[in-house]
């Protein structure tokens, strides 16, 4: 029997979610003050509108339904699966009215590919948009890439059990400090401190490469921004191909690095413990699967000739591999060079690299690294139950943080998971078959949408089928919230439904 | 006899123009998509300055739009002199007629896909977009945020009535 949710249920969810809109109503507040600081009236009036709309909207959500009790795990999983929902939705209005997307479902496609970090675009004449919009489209990912909910949260709730299951909710379950809310804080702190320091060196180099100051740091942010929350979002259409510098390549790969790495990987380095990089099986093996994958690019694009330098090669094919690894969709060729050069080796070398992703904890997407790793030390366990003698008693384990021994428990979770990720790839790849895409195409841009990272082989345009365009939302929004707030949501609907 | 050398001259020059200026220009679309048919190749390209002009010694790199995409120009200090305004939110760049070599994956450049401008001249002036404000959307963010107001107002009052 499927019980109904209680009024009380849906209270408490409107309470949590109305919270989260007014957090998502007053960052709007910033790029009207950028708009009015560089006199772009008509941008400041497009955020004005929708935060006046977006604070509205919370304000009566929390009035209508005050909380009297914190979350329980489907109500936290449900506010997150909705807080994403109505960020896209609200998110998307001041787009909109910018006239720059051709379609309110444009305008939506670009918002959720914004706060999941995605990095797929539909805006037109991306050249000409306002320095307003194109903050918002940048904040947007650094919003997302330390979670919609957790970080309206960390400023409007002190201490709740609720809000744990909110972080979990949106793919994370590893704490780095007792409380969850200080955890959400210092990932704060550790963003908050590399974008002063990621801006600097990228605004410099921007100069030193014949920028306008001014335009050189706004860049620098942003390109910091989209790099280190793995967005690949760029203030130009050319992505890092506008600024024609190697320099400026090198440091946005050493921040989209930074980005994947694990929250708590961070912590322990920040607290002395360096070595804990070289030991982490997400570390070791981000670092195998990077080599690997580069390999097989780089046979792939040297059999086809496309790069008659092996400098050559190793520039474009080896940060277009980091680029797709760490699910962070930054291009230094164009979008249709991956179909009409690349070659299937080296593409499928790219779609393997977007598919795993980064590290878990991070602000990437995909599988994730742990999880191939478990997976990769199950295999190996179990190969050697089949080996040794049946008495003997195998164990494994591996060094994530702490050392942990490997449980079935654990390997169970992790299959299911990478299950789901490679059902959301083909799925997706299905769709774009079924509109005529070829099957390579379709797959390379059904994975770089769920796994949130943003590289387009020229499927994505503003041109595509609207069906198309709704199944990339979907695997940008359930490959981000790791598939369980999604199907708590679905869950509730149906209990709703049915339910006595 | 110098009737026939200045026949012979203008008919050169003639020539020479309709060779130079005759050729019809390539769009970006076209030279991405089939950037191996036109690598090394001299191209005519059009399009509109956009962004910075990114001086690098005694060359700069000046990124054109035609629409569609946009492709780096690698081009002479001297050749972009002329150029005042670049396309962003507040102005209409340049408009530049460009002719140069195409390279698919350019040697000098790290293997960027990019045009080496032998010739690059203005074809349309740039402009400063005169922005008026859209009295359309003044009016209903004053109304949005009146409304706004008063539902702060409300749930205030309900707050302190409830706590009271």
Partial sequence: MILRPGINDIKNISYYLGKIIIGLGLTMIIPVIIGLFSQEINPSLDFLISAAITLSIGMILTWASRAKEDLDWMQGMIVVSLSWLAAMLLGALPLYLSGHWKSYLDACFEAMSIFTTTGLVLVQDLDHLSLAHNLWRHLGNFIGGQGIAIVALSFFVKGTSGAFKMYVGEGRDERLLPNVINTARFIWLISIVYLILGTLSLGITGISIGMKPMNAFFHGACIF???????????????????????????????????????????????????????????????????????????????????????????????????????????????????NEWGNLAMVGLICAMAIGGCSCSTSGGIKILRIGIFLKALKQDIKRIILPERAAVSQMLHHIKDIFLEDRQVRSVLLITLLYIGLYITGAVMGMWFGYPFLDSLFESTSAAANTGLTCGITDAGMPAALKITYMFQMWAGRLEFMSVFVLIGFFIAEIKGR | MMKNIIFTFLFIVAAFCCFCYAEEAVSSAELINNAKQYDGKVVIYKGEVIGDLMMRGEFAWVNVSDGVNAIGIWANKDLVKGIVYTGSYKSKGDRVEVKGVFHRACLEHGGDLDIHADLLRKTDNGVIIGKTIDMAKKKAAFILLGLTGLIMILSRLKKIRRLG
């Fill in chain 1, 225 to 339: 921004m989209a790099g280190f929350d793995t967005a690949g979002f760029a203030p130009q259409s050319q992505s890092l191909l506008y600024y024609h510098s190697f320099l400026f390549e090198i440091i946005t790969a050493a921040i989209m690095v930074f980005g994947i790495l694990n929250f708590n990987l961070h912590y322990q380095v920040w607290f002395g413990k360096r070595k804990e990089i070289w030991k982490n099986i997400e570390t070791r093996m981000f670092f195998i699967s990077l080599t690997g994958l580069f390999l097989i690019a780089a046979i792939g694009l040297d059999k086809l000739g496309v790069y008659p330098k092996a400098v050559m090669l190793f520039r474009k094919g080896f940060f277009q591999l980091i680029s797709g690894h760490t699910t962070t969709g930054y291009m230094t060729v164009y979008a249709r060079q991956f179909i």
